[in-house]
Structures are given as C-alpha cells and as structure tokens.
C-alpha cells in the first residue's frame, strides 16, 4: 500500500469526476524536509512561526527572523505561503517568555499576547514583509482572533511595518492578511472579519477544543475530543457556506483537513483548499483520487443528518471502507 501512494504521489489530487482539490502543507521547522513536496502542493496553508521561536533562547531579532522567513518564501515560490504571526500562550510556551495561568487556552494566548506586545509583532511583521522582497508570495494570519478590533490592530500595525521599510527604501507590496476561524465567536461575525481580511483559515483543533468545551490535550476528556462531533461538522458546513455567500476564499488548516474522511467532508462542504501536515498528504490524496466530489456532497448531506459522535465515525468507517 505505502508503494502505491507514494507512485500517486507525483498525480493530482484530482478525484474521479475531475474535480481539482488544491492540498497544501504544514510547516514549522526544518523547511528543507518538505520543499520536496512543492510540485505536489499548491503552497503552505499554515506555517507556524512560533515553532522556530520555540527552540531559540531568546526572542530572535528582526535579522534571524528575516532569514527564517526567507528560507520559507523562497523553498515554495511563487507558491503561497501563509505565515501566521506568533501563536504562544495554551499549550504553547517558550521558555525565555513564561505564562502562568490557570486557564490558558482560556488565557493570554496568539493575537491577544502580541497585540499587548506590539514591539514583538512589529519585528514579525518587519521581519515577514522585508523577507518577502522580490517574491510576493507571503500571506499573514492572525490566530485566535476573537473580535474585529483584533483584525484593526493588527491591520494598523501591518500598515505601520510596510510604511516604516518603505521610509528605509524596502518597498514591498501589501500582502493578504488572513483571520483563523477557531474561536467560535467569530462564527457569529463573519460579515464583519471579511470587510477587514482577504481570506479565512479554519483551525479545526481549536474551533473543536471551544465549542466543545475540551481541553484538546487533556487525556481525561480525549474521548469526547471529536472533531467530527455533529456540531463541529455543521459549524464547518457554515462556514464553507457562509464563505462562499461572502465570496472569501476559505480553508481549513487543522488535523480534520489531515484525515482522510475529514478531508472528504471539508472538500464535499466546498472549502477550497486542505492544509495538512507532510505525513497525512498521501493519503489523504489517495482519498481524493477515489472518491468523487459528488459522492463527497452526497456523504457530507448522510453525515449532517446524524446526531451524535459515534454514528458518524461508523458511517464514515463503513462509507470509507467500501471506497477502500
Ligand atoms: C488549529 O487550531 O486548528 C490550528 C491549525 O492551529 P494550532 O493547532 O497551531 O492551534
Ligand atoms: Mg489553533
């Protein structure tokens, strides 16, 4: 089986009625590892930024910054990138930078510590924008978004970074700035983000940790952790929806995108494009291959009608087995 997908590796993610389904990677270190993929991918969906910071002693300054970023924008040019600006706090911690809380996914955590640290998103940014000079693939996230205010600031400090290098000479185009849907209060607003982003990213472990109220790493509560609970599927069937009336390009860039009857969900719902980490792309693929987009509609349609967790992981075992 491992020497099949690999072989099917090199083909599209094309499924049996032609439907192209863009697939795209997760990164955090060692960009070396999968810029391989890059002829098999339609770009990074997610690079974790706070991944690199998580192994340094300190915060590293706007030159080491640059360079990391670089070395992301230029491995998969001009294929987009999406970098999101430091995601800390929950679980996780860097070490030179200690939060104590008792309630941390709860807590001071991505957008909301940097925003209360402009100095350090103002270096990302920097850092980002100067890195993408000449390659105008770079697109910026911002996690854990909760209100629109966040998405303004952001924006302000964004402007603000890009007039600055141009004052020092270093002009570079505005790039697309993305919101994370993972706080379910954004559900409730999304007219109100998309005036003021270019495109939504779901975070599927997030979004499912909140609206379940389960601490996505508590082994106690594991079993009610589902990202295929009913009410995380029909939030997510909402948001494709949704997206596609406000005509946002959406997708979906947590572990649900990296499971092969996940990703068969997400593409029948019409988000338009799955970023996942190297490991699940093969599979995922192989899904795709063998599953048609309307079979996919017709599997998203029988999944939404089911009323609890563990119906619809036997229905989507039995539907995958028979595709097998
Ligand atoms: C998510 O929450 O789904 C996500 C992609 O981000 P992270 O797992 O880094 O929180
Ligand atoms: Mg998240």
Known sequence: LAEVLEHEQ?????????????????????????????????????????????????????????????????????????????????????????IEEANPFLGWRGIRVTLDHPEVLMVQLRAMLRASQGLDNLQVLLPMITNVDEVDAAQRLLERAIVELGEEGVVVPRPKVGVMIEVPATLYQLDALAERADFFSVGSNDLTQYLLAVDRNNPRVADLYDACHPAVLSAMATLASESRRLDMPVSVCGELAGDPAGALLLMGMGFGALSMNAPSLPRVRAAIRRVSLSDAQQLVDQTLRLDSPGEVRRHLDARMAEWD
């Open 10 to 98: 090199h083909l599209p993610s094309r499924t049996p009625d032609g439907y192209d389904m863009p697939l795209m990677v997760n990164t955090g270190l060692a960009v070396d590892a999968v810029a391989s993929l890059k002829p098999r991918i339609s770009g990074v969906g997610l690079y974790r930024t706070e991944v690199p910071f998580m192994v340094t002693e300190r915060f590293p300054g706007e030159q080491e910054q640059t360079r990391l970023y670089r070395d992301q924008l230029e491995s998969f040019a001009p294929l987009p990138v999406v970098m999101r600006t430091l995601d800390i706090g929950g679980d996780k911690d860097l070490p030179y930078f200690p």
